[in-house]
């Protein structure tokens, strides 16, 4: 024991301090001022408020009694098994994830067996089997042009028996076991869209004869079409209402009350026309003439002779072209010029025509079919023309005759002197015959079948109807 230590209170419950040799006390000082800083051994002694009471001499024989205090260790609890069960669970975490996305499965396709992952789209299977061989269906237009020969559906995919749509094959998974179908691809239409359109009225004929009219007029109907989005094409899809169709009627003439022909002079007037004006009065008998617009402008009062004489005056177009010929305006132009002119020649107006060499079809009526009220042709053709003689002209004239006959000759185009010549004796034979001879208009009249607009030279194209493509 060293005498020289000698310990000094502080006057704080266990806290002491040493003081060495001198008998100084060192308060600013620490343990690492003592010469030898005692070891901290279980038998330190601990000061505290109720041990520090006890002897000093306890203390003194301490060997080299210092201040460390040692703390008691903690009991510290091992992460061990909780670092197990985490991993135990990421582990079958880990093992579910692969087993719900990852793990393989077999298809069959087409009877092979095909592995793949679960989850795998059809989309995918057919990408990582370069479609099985399979050739894709073309893209076609809305009117079944092909667009892209690869264009259509990559394949046809059957699931069992139940076939899947192109467009789901991105978003339809296989199964483990699934038995699939995979087939060439099935052509795809272009993308469209509908739009309701007019549907155009067509034009018919019905009967056989010497008067031509319409009998109907045309109507638009409406259907819906289909529009390719890529080709433009249309095509139709459904009709919503039908179009009325324009119907041009021929017909003979059957007049009643009575026995009636009409004898007609074309391509006048010309200098026969006064000659026949005056057989015509001297016989009582009434005739329809087809004036070329044209000769009406050089001789109007030979025209308006013809009006005066209360004989019909109907056109023959203004120049005697052929009008099948012509375009729509240019034949529209040859109907009207001519009437203007007959107007012009005789004050009269008329919607009359016999188209020269008869030539009318229907292209004609639809294109003109609103300012022609009707288009007379002939049951008997004398062939005056050929000039055959007067008595051929007669003979012909007379030949086959019957109630509402149309006869055809010419006061123009020529030297008329044959028709002069046979005139007179075609009447009195007629007239012998007990027939009476009227205009073409009253034929019609005497018909009874006739609408009157075109009797009258009214025709007109009624509100809502319209002429025909043509
Ligand atoms: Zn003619």
Redesign the pocket.
Known sequence: MDSKIKYVHTGKAGGRRYSATGGRASTGRAASAAPHPPRATKSSYTASGAQGTRPATRVAHQTRANTYVPRRPRRRRSLKPVLAVLAVIALAAGVGCWYFKFRNITVAVNGQSVTTHVNTTIETLLADNDNFGVTPGRLLSVGGNVLDEQGGDVCAVKRGDEAVAAKDFATTTVSDGDALTVENGADATEPNHEEEVELPCAIQSEGHGAVQYVSQWGKPGKKIVAVGETSGETVDKEIVEEATDMVVTSKNLSPKGGKYVAITF??GPSDYTQQILDILEEKGAKATF?N?GENAQNKPKLTKAVVDGGHELAS?TMA?KNLPKLDRDSLRNEITTAFDALKEASGETTQMI?A??GAFTATEWARSGDIVSCNVLWNIDTLDWKRPGADAITAAALDGVKNGSIILM?D??GNREQDVEALPAIIDELQNQGYKLVTVSKLMELDGSIPDEVIENKVKLPEGSVLPEA
């Open positions: 074309d391509d087809y070329l023959h005697h016999r020269p060499y010419h123009g185009g």
